[in-house]
């Protein structure tokens, strides 16, 4: 279902270069909307805010290395506008033909994970990485698992970012994705503009040099890719 914005203009899903999918779903004031509800939160102590870590991909152990990734990070659910951003990327994923899970049970099992990013000291970055390795020992290390373990579904196939700043509100630290020519784009970072593509893309956070980026990430899980 297309979302409207307060001017009643029908916004459309475009897919793109290496099939991102970019859309424009928040008004400024929703976006304003979302990162108030975080920061009452974290204010209130609701939820934690945590340095970003990445995982290596051979361990499950998770390793803050400031080289590779820094920034801020907190747990999200159930904050404002999400049925309508999570209608989004399922129209995202019915276009480009990448079968997801659906969110059936959440409260034993949900078809993807939140992360409310803030970029906030001068120097935070994203490093180049995937979401998700598409690796054939990978994939058949999660076919193989039982089907009773929840981490076999967690298997992520679109990732999304939804830019809930102003760029006027900070420099660089732009999201850009590797597409299939090889070289880095990007996308537009118009506030509540969301972007999405394929999890194994490539793609970086560039060092923020002045200001405050704040971001909702969220990956959604499907079936390996065969």
Known sequence: MMRLLPTGIELRMQLIDYDLGLDRILSPSECQEI????????????????????????????????????????????????????????????????????????????????????????????????????????????????????????????SCSIQLSDPEDYKDCSLQIRNSNESMMAPPNEQGSIVCFPSYAHHIVTPLTSGTRYAMVGWFFGPHWR
């Open 35 to 158: 990162v108030d509800f975080f920061l009452n939160k974290l204010d209130k102590g609701d939820i934690k805010q945590h340095l970003a870590q990445t995982r290596k991909e051979t361990t499950t152990v998770s390793n803050y290395d400031k080289g590779h990734r820094a920034g801020y990070t907190a747990s999200a659910y159930d904050f404002p506008y999400e049925q309508d951003i999570i209608d989004a990327v399922y129209a995202y994923a019915q276009q480009t033909k990448i079968s997801l899970y659906q969110d059936r049970n959440p409260d034993k099992f949900r078809a993807m994970d939140w992360q409310f990013t803030m970029y906030k000291d001068n120097g935070d970055h994203f490093k180049e990485h995937q979401d998700q390795s598409v690796s054939h020992k990978l994939n058949l290390y999660h076919n193989n698992m039982d089907s009773s373990d929840y981490i076999k579904y967690r298997y992520r196939k679109i």
